[in-house]
Antibody, heavy 120, light 104 residues
Framework: QVQLVQSGTEVKKPGSSVKVSCKAS????????VGWVRQAPGQGLEWMGR????????SYAQKFQGRVTITADKSTSTVYMELSSLRSEDTAVYYC?????????????WGQGTLVTVSS | DIQMTQSPSSLSASVGDRVTITCRAS??????LAWYQQKPGKVPRLLIY???TLQSGIPSRFSGSGSGTDFTLTISSLQPEDVATYYC??????FGPGTKVDIK
């Protein structure tokens, strides 16, 4: 059974950075795409970027280019998303999601979400 | 980046009604499209991938069609448990803004 377990709630100051982790269990890790999606309060889903761990190649939505970094640690089956220069508009629940078959960009498995609050 | 749009933004229908949601991509994406359902307070669930393939375990009243830039999600007979927001997504990329479905 595939499970994605994310790190806990974060409260950050404007201008700082946050790093959220997503640990996978139950199944091969490296050859599955892992994406990051966020959802601001009362808003829709927003795709931020993705990585294929075995290739260590990440791609990002244009909106977040230069501000987001997605990395993977194959030894611990963990993917990280770091967002810098935080502002209040970055307050959201951040989800990691995994493709449901190898190299798939269709997200069949989701983490539980991590609430990031940006406030002075 | 490709932009995804959806219509309507919300709808209200009766139990048993046929419901159709449309999704449009700003440029052609072949059939690289998924549909997700998100209920309040829950994580999204994959319903359909490759525009028309039903994910395992999803009721057959859900169906998808389309290719290129125009896609549809159809619920053939709306049930109370289908109250949710529905999102389209280009493969490994942008989501549409969502369509909120509730019961009249």
């Amino acid at each position: 059974q595939v499970q994605l377990v994310q790190s806990g709630t974060e409260v950050k100051k404007p201008g700082s950075s946050v790093k959220v982790s997503c640990k996978a269990s139950g199944g091969t890790f490296s050859s599955y795409t892992v994406g990051w999606v966020r959802q601001a309060p009362g808003q829709g889903l927003e795709w931020m970027g993705r990585i294929i761990p075995i290739l260590r190649i990440a791609s990002y939505a244009q909106k977040f280019q230069g501000r987001v970094t997605i990395t993977a640690d194959k030894s611990t089956s963990t993917v990280y998303m770091e967002l810098s220069s935080l502002r209040s508009e970055d307050t959201a629940v951040y989800y990691c999601a995994r493709g449901f078959y190898e190299s798939s960009g269709y997200y069949g498995y989701w983490g539980q979400g991590t609430l990031v609050t940006v406030s002075s | 980046d490709i932009q995804m749009t959806q219509s309507p933004s919300s709808l209200s229908a009766s139990v048993g009604d046929r419901v159709t949601i449309t999704c449009r991509a700003s440029q052609g994406i072949s059939n690289y499209l998924a549909w997700y359902q998100q209920k309040p307070g829950k994580v999204p669930r994959l319903l359909i991938y490759a525009a028309s393939t039903l994910q395992s375990g999803i009721p057959s009243r859900f169906s998808g069609s389309g290719s290129g830039t125009d896609f549809t999600l159809t619920i053939s007979s709306l049930q109370p448990e289908d109250v949710a927001t529905y999102y389209c997504q280009e493969f490994n990329s942008a989501f549409g803004p969502g369509t909120k479905v509730d019961i009249k």
